[in-house]
């Protein structure tokens, strides 16, 4: 079965400097999604940043980017020149990318993120 | 284009009662999918719904149902309700079983005392 670990509970980090979260999975699959989703305090949850498995080029969003070390099952966010609406819990989360029979979502326990002005 | 819905936002229940929540998806998302956030578990997927049909399942007990209906609008039941089962449940909407993008809706609070 395949599980995803967020082992740091809580960050912090000041405004304008960078803050790095991290994720571990574990499955047996070669093809799949991994996801940072943020739940702000107002707790709707949207997606920050998306990862294909086959792609070795790491996911970027703006000041959001990942490192995906695929041999390492590993999968960290990068947040650059944080901002106080960055403030949010974290979640990183897998996804199988078979189309047929089932698959589900894997999410980690979060990271809550703290930004200090 | 109007976010996922979900009804009532807030909710308190006694042990032993049921409750339904509901999500409404975004126009034209066939899937709905069900979480449970709790503080030590995190997000726990609960069950996916597309085109009226459970495709898939989480583990949780019996006591947690649900349904969709043909304008792809999603029901959760929990019978019997337990003080475990406080949590804020979450429902997000894709636009079929596969695609992996998804929408969430804000929760619905649930209280159970």
């Known amino acids: 079965a395949q599980t995803v670990t967020q082992s740091q509970p809580e960050m912090s980090v000041q405004e304008a400097e960078t803050v790095t979260l991290s994720c571990t999975y574990d499955t047996s699959e070669s093809d799949y999604y991994l996801f940072w989703y943020k739940q702000p305090p107002s707790r709707q949850m949207i997606l920050v940043i998306r990862?294909?498995?086959?792609?070795?080029q790491n996911a970027t969003e703006n000041r959001f980017s990942v490192n995906f070390q695929k041999a390492a099952k590993s999968f960290s966010l990068k947040i650059s020149d944080s901002q106080l609406g960055d403030a949010a819990m974290y979640f990183c989360a897998y996804r199988s990318r078979k189309t047929s029979g089932t698959y589900k979502y894997i999410f980690g326990t979060g990271t809550r993120l703290k930004v200090l002005a | 284009k109007a976010g996922v819905t979900q009804t009532p936002r807030y909710l308190i229940k006694t042990r032993g009662q049921q409750v339904t929540l509901s999500c409404s998806p975004i126009?034209?998302?066939?899937?709905v999918s069900w979480y449970q956030q709790t503080p030590g578990q995190g997000l726990q997927f609960l069950f996916e719904?597309?085109?009226?049909?459970?495709?898939n399942k989480g583990n949780f007990p019996g006591r947690f149902s649900g349904r969709q209906f043909s304008n792809s609008r999603s029901e959760m039941n929990v019978s019997t309700l337990e003080l475990g089962d406080s949590a804020l449940y979450l429902c997000?909407?894709?636009?079929?079983?596969?695609?992996?993008?998804?929408?969430f809706g804000p929760g619905t609070r649930l209280t159970v005392t």
């Open positions: 719904y597309f085109s009226e049909t459970q495709r």
């Open positions: 997000a909407s894709s636009l079929s079983s596969a695609s992996y993008e998804q929408y």
């Open positions: 126009s034209g998302h066939r899937s």
């Open positions: 990862q294909e498995a086959y792609k070795q």
